[in-house]
């Protein structure tokens, strides 16, 4: 079924065409230590709680760098080994860059992780090579941590609501501390300083912009909205599954289907996932210098904000429920900003056909041949939800696309001649 832009209601976004398609993505899946590994990354981040997507660039990072000293066809992430490289197994490397770094990050999970690893290094065959690319991946993993000690992950970021229109404030129904504030304070893997890219800002309280970003959401994003067609609710629902389970899933899929090399593979996941590591950071940033309040609250109290042309609706409620954080820009704007901009730069194309599923209950696979058509979709998905205006994720994705373009400029490039 192909979906029009009259289905996005009043949003003035220029959208091409959605493509809903049942079925897996075409082509077919091999196996890939370094998908493998971020497979395992996930199983680890799920299995603790849901820690931010920052950790995916740790793991990658620290892989891209091991697999290219021994390829040495792409510019040093960060850290360049003393062990000699030459003839190495890349497949070891890569998994002993990516085990020591987790266990390390998470020694409490070595029971998931001691079988990943005896697994990985199980599909290398013994001699020199495994040796020294474990030797590799080993002397990567444990520079690349002590490069990045003292980096703010973890920190304690003390956060006090503040009272007034427009601020912040718990969302319901369990008004919690907003989450991970230690984030927005990270230092970033391959911006200057988190701030570089901070968003425009979100539109006055008192504007036009802003009463017609209120009524969109309040319209199309209500629970009992009679405006949002089914074809909306299920791309509002599709979308609210978690970034940090969401990306990584589908990214791994969309590569098994483009028969990479290791080295190939490795580069790829690195910059999706420092894009993703680097977004997360520049968003949570704008995050908390903004401290916006959320559509579940603006609307009941939107009496207070100063805008003659807005309505209070106190019983209005979202579609899905609302993420304990500041509302502008949209973490999933950022997110998918940065990745789909890793994937064009590092295919030279935006025409890439990839389908995208989602672990909520209900949803379909959404099929696309554009990276534009993916964003046109993330720019409506969070308004569907209840959970953003439009304003918030159209200022996202631009923060996201601006973080995967210097990290195109700057990282991962080439050592050899064009020809």
Not at 4 to 17: D, I, K, Q, Y
Not at 213 to 235: C, F, K, P, V, Y
Not at 277 to 287: E, F, N, R, V, Y
Request: with cysteine.
């Amino acid at each position: 079924m192909q979906s029009s832009n009259a289905t996005r209601g009043p949003l003035c976004f220029a959208a091409a065409s959605l493509i809903l398609a049942l079925g897996a993505p075409a082509g077919a899946a091999r196996a890939d230590v370094v998908a493998d590994w971020n497979a395992t990354t996930q199983s680890v981040l799920v299995a603790t709680n849901g820690s931010p997507g920052v950790y995916y660039a740790m793991v990658h990072a620290a892989i891209y760098d091991a697999v290219n000293a021994i390829d040495r066809r792409h510019q040093v992430f960060a850290v360049r080994p003393t062990t000699n490289a030459d003839g190495a197994s890349k497949e070891a490397a890569a998994a002993a860059a990516a085990y020591h770094v987790l266990l390390s990050l998470y020694p409490n999970q070595q029971a998931l992780l001691d079988p990943a690893y005896t697994s990985s290094l199980a599909a290398v065959p013994d001699g020199i090579p495994k040796t020294k690319g474990v030797a590799v991946g080993t002397e990567v993993a444990a520079a690349w941590l002590a490069y990045r000690a003292g980096d703010g992950r973890e920190a304690s970021v003390p956060y006090a609501f503040q009272d007034g229109p427009g601020q912040y404030q718990g969302t319901p129904p369990a008004l919690l501390d907003p989450v991970t504030p230690w984030v927005a304070k990270m230092r970033p893997f391959t911006l200057i300083r988190p701030s570089q890219f901070r968003a425009e800002g979100p539109p006055d309280l008192t504007s036009y912009r802003y009463a017609e970003d209120l009524h969109a959401t309040e319209s199309l994003g209500a629970i009992n909205s009679t405006t949002r067609t089914a074809e909306q609710t299920e791309i509002g629902l599709f979308h609210t599954e978690s970034p940090t389970t969401f990306w990584p899933r589908n990214i791994r899929a969309f590569v098994a289907t483009q028969h990479l090399d290791v080295s190939a593979s490795a580069r790829l996941f690195a910059m999706v996932f420092v894009g993703f590591g680097d977004a997360s950071i520049a968003c949570w940033d704008s995050k908390f210098y903004f401290n916006r309040w959320r559509p579940v609250t603006a609307i009941p109290l939107a009496d207070n904000d100063r805008n003659a042309a807005t309505d209070t609706d106190e019983t209005w409620l979202p579609l899905a429920p609302t993420p304990p954080h500041p509302e502008y820009p949209a973490a999933h704007g950022c997110v998918a900003g940065a990745i789909l901009e890793m994937l064009n730069v590092f295919f030279h194309t935006k025409h890439l056909n990839i389908t995208l599923t989602s672990t909520v209950a209900g949803s379909i696979p959404h099929a696309f041949t554009n990276t534009d058509d993916v964003i046109d979709e993330v720019l409506v998905a969070g308004v569907y939800g209840g959970m953003h205006f439009p304003a918030s994720v159209a200022h996202g994705f631009k923060v996201g696309r601006l973080v995967g373009r210097w990290i195109a400029a700057n990282k991962f490039r080439s050592t050899e001649r064009d020809h």
